[in-house]
Nanobody, 124 residues
Framework: QVQLAESGGGSVQAGESLRLSCAAS????????MGWFRQAPGQEREGVAA????????YYADSVKGRFTISQDNAKNTLYLQMNSLKPEDTAMYYC?????????????????WGQGTQVSVSS
């Protein structure tokens, strides 16, 4: 079992930055693929960024490449998403998720553990 808790969301102006955090616990956490997802009202949940806990390999959606950075602090069992140059279209509920897969993925169906989400709102 993996428990996830996100924090760090908020309301910002376009061009500003936010850093999301995801505190994780659970004995098998270290073998997982971790990801950040987002879901805007009326839209499907989409993958934003993912990282393999063991290798540190990362993957990003095209829409956030160059602006968002996913990282991890193994000592704190915490996952981060640094979001720079935010745009109004980044407005969504952001979720942290964990998957027991050993290959990187950004498909929501591959992730079995989810946090409650944190809201990010970007105004123009």
């Amino acid at each position: 079992q993996v428990q996830l808790a996100e924090s760090g969301g908020g309301s910002v102006q376009a061009g500003e930055s936010l850093r999301l955090s995801c505190a994780a616990s659970g004995s098998t956490y270290r073998r997982y693929c971790m990801g950040w997802f987002r879901q805007a009202p009326g839209q499907e949940r989409e993958g934003v960024a993912a990282i393999l806990r063991g290798s540190g390999s990362t993957y990003y959606a095209d829409s956030v490449k160059g602006r968002f950075t996913i990282s991890q602090d193994n000592a704190k069992n915490t996952l981060y998403l640094q979001m720079n140059s935010l745009k109004p279209e980044d407005t969504a509920m952001y979720y942290c998720a964990a998957s027991p897969r050993t290959a990187i993925s950004m498909r929501p169906m591959d992730f079995g553990y989810w946090g409650q989400g944190t809201q990010v709102s970007v105004s123009s």
